[in-house]
């Protein structure tokens, strides 16, 4: 995606809001307005341990990768970025109202209800055998999302 | 990326962005300013974007130099909806969502495919939350075909190209 992280909010795909530095902390943010601002990257940290708990959740479930491992790799990173941001991995392929009250919330928490009810993930990242998308891989390495989405 | 509209016969994205830049603007978020060029049909090159979103950009200019460009200014989403000649797919997106990411080369190549049938408008929902909520956007992706500048089709998830193709067709077709 972005090519470079500029401070100003309004061309950088990372930082969103309006007249609001880019190096508020989350703190602030969640007191002034009540927008949650995605960073440009999540840690690595929280990438590694969404990476685990999506190969293990995999396999728990027997559910599968996408064919094209980017989305794998975009999905990983975006519950990281949820994780740093919000303390849960809140489903990236939603929008919602208020992160925050939904994180606490719980349903979108990945593994979210319907895919623990019913094996249904929108966000494409754990496919049943069945789905057109899906590879036979359960795993993904660290290297694999970094290069996957380098150009993020 | 911002508001992005994905131009006929090119990779080329425009983006809409808040006007906080500009000395003159006013407060409100939902206000969108910038120049966005339309390139004639003939003329394939010369392209100083490519799909990059507009981040590469320096903030102050957000002029298109293109060939024979015809240059359009879109104080809203609104204002590019009533203003448009073709229907316009609006694809509803978030940095982080693995199927909206796959479906911006699909997407890209539709553009370019339908390009005498439709426009296309990307809009980060993660930049511009009122409007997602102004449309109740829920799953993301999610695609809005407007048409004479309302919604006349709406559907959720990523599809091949041929799948899009055939639900824009069928949809214009059907409901005509």
Known sequence: ?152 | MAISVTAPFTCRSWTFDPATPLPSSSSSSSKLSNFSSLQSHSHLHRLTLNNRPFTAFPSKPRTLHLVQAKKQTFSSLDELLEKAEKPVLVDFYATWCGPCQFMAPILNEVSITMADTIQVVKIDTEKYPEIANKYSIEALPTFILFKDGKPFDRFEGALTANQLVQRIEDTLKAKK
């Not at chain 1, 599968?64 to 489903?91: E, M, N, Q, W, Y």
């Not at chain 1, 939603?94 to 019913?118: I, L, T």
């Not at chain 1, 660290?142 to 380098?150: H, P, R, V």
Request: hydrophobic fraction near 35%.
């Open chain 1, 1 to 152: 995606m972005a090519t470079t992280m500029t401070s100003l909010p309004a061309t950088s795909s990372y930082s969103v809001g309006f007249g609001i530095p880019s190096v508020i902390t989350p703190q602030t943010r969640f007191h002034r307005r009540r927008i949650v601002i995605a960073k440009a990257e999540p840690s690595d940290k929280s990438v590694e341990i969404m990476r685990k708990f999506s190969e293990q959740y995999a396999r728990k479930s027997d559910t599968f990768f996408c064919v094209d491992k980017g989305v794998t790799s975009v999905v990983i990173k975006g519950l990281a970025d949820h994780r740093d941001s919000l303390g849960a991995p809140l489903c990236p392929c939603r929008h919602y109202d208020d992160k925050a009250a939904e994180a606490s919330q719980g349903f979108w928490n990945c593994p979210c209800v319907p895919m623990r009810e019913r094996k249904e993930c929108h966000c494409m990242l754990f496919l049943t055998p069945d789905n057109d998308f899906a590879g036979n891989e359960q795993a993904i390495s660290l290297e694999e999302i970094k290069e996957l989405t380098a150009n993020m």
